[in-house]
């Protein structure tokens, strides 16, 4: 059952989760509000707008799949994800996007289906640019076969007969050309009146970059993601929903103590920033953190507590596992001289 938030109940509790990424939250709150909208103006015949389809550009860990799976989750919105690497051209070998598109929807209801968001990620890939011709050629057919069913078409699932009208669609890809020229336009304090502003010519960019116009003419909104600095991993890392502190939890309920000093986080925070991973990054980093402290604490952890929990969990199968507790509470510093440090 859809859980009804309206757009700023939702950029509220996106905050929470996904840090640093405050305008795109704003407008992805309100698309999913139109989205919900379209499903209400269907089910009392008023004619909205068909489509409402997205595109998000963002580099690489910047939050991409994790905005969008974590607005649908709060709303209980199903989610159908697409990886556009894995498309191939219909008739040639390999699995086309109808067959994965297919393949997404068999599991839903009927009004699971009317209310399906299907999320393409890495766009990006499937465009022209410094693609062979060969490639290339291969590209313009999936976008094609993309395009259809951004337009609207009806596909039979499961014995039923459903129009992508009803589905919004949500293309994502990295871009990394489009946003480092958008980003050098954006810094350069010269603008003169005859200039477009990046916003104004960001269809011919993309069309530029190798998406078929007809794919950019159905695209209603776009959201640009920031690039994470130092400050947001700072933020990010301080988030009780991240990993650190749910080892935390872990180890305090197995009797063990997860110790990270300032200093440590500092470390993790440069560490990551030089990587260009994004959260990727801030997570690999934090892993080896992870990893000293389980060392540090072998002698401590309560191992028979946890195979007498791993054993409860496989008994039960498919029951929800008993949240353990601890798990989301704020990390305790360690007692080094740093911790008094920022």
């Not at 989205?35 to 389809?53: G, R, S, V, W």
């Not at 960019?205 to 130092?230: A, D």
């Not at 440069?270 to 260009?276: G, L, M, S």
């Amino acid at each position: 059952m859809t859980i009804f938030k309206n757009p700023g109940e939702l950029v509220t509790e996106i905050n929470k989760v996904v840090i640093g990424q405050e305008k795109a939250a704003e407008i992805f709150s309100l698309y999913m509000f139109k989205h919900l909208m379209k499903l209400y103006a269907h089910a009392h015949n008023i004619d909205l707008e068909n489509k409402t389809n997205l595109l998000i550009l963002g580099d690489t860990g910047a939050g991409k799949t994790f905005l969008v799976k974590t607005a649908c989750e709060l709303m209980d919105i199903p989610l159908v994800e697409i990886n556009a690497k894995s498309i191939a051209q219909e008739g040639w070998h390999g699995t086309s996007f109808l067959e994965l598109l297919k393949d997404g929807l068999r599991p839903l209801s009927s009004q699971e289906m009317l209310k399906v968001i299907v999320f393409i990620d890495e766009f990006d890939k499937m465009c022209i640019t410094n693609m062979s011709h060969r490639n290339g050629d291969n590209a313009v057919h999936v976008q094609s076969s993309i395009l259809k069913y951004l337009e609207g078409m009806s596909i039979t699932v499961n014995g039923r007969i459903i129009t992508t009208t009803h589905i919004s669609f949500v293309l994502a890809g990295n871009f990394k050309d489009i946003r480092e020229k958008r980003l050098d336009v954006r810094t350069n304090i010269g603008f003169t009146r005859e200039q477009k502003l990046p916003e104004d010519n960001l269809a011919e960019e993309l069309e530029n970059f190798g998406v078929l116009p007809e794919i950019v003419g159905r695209i209603s909104e776009t959201i640009e993601l920031e690039p994470h600095s130092k400050r947001t991993y700072f933020k990010i890392s301080q988030s009780p929903s991240f990993m650190l502190y749910k080892w935390s939890g872990m180890f305090r309920s197995m009797g063990a103590n997860f110790q990270v000093s300032k200093r440590d986080i500092v470390q993790i925070i440069t560490r990551a920033a030089k990587k260009k991973l994004g959260v990727r990054g801030l997570v690999q980093e934090s892993q080896k953190l992870v990893n000293r402290e389980i060392h540090r604490n072998i002698d401590k952890l309560d191992f028979d507590f946890m195979a007498r929990f791993l054993k409860d969990a496989l008994e039960r199968a498919e029951r929800p596992l008993t949240p353990i507790v601890g798990i989301g509470q704020q990390v305790q510093p360690g007692s080094d001289e740093d911790n008094d440090g920022a």
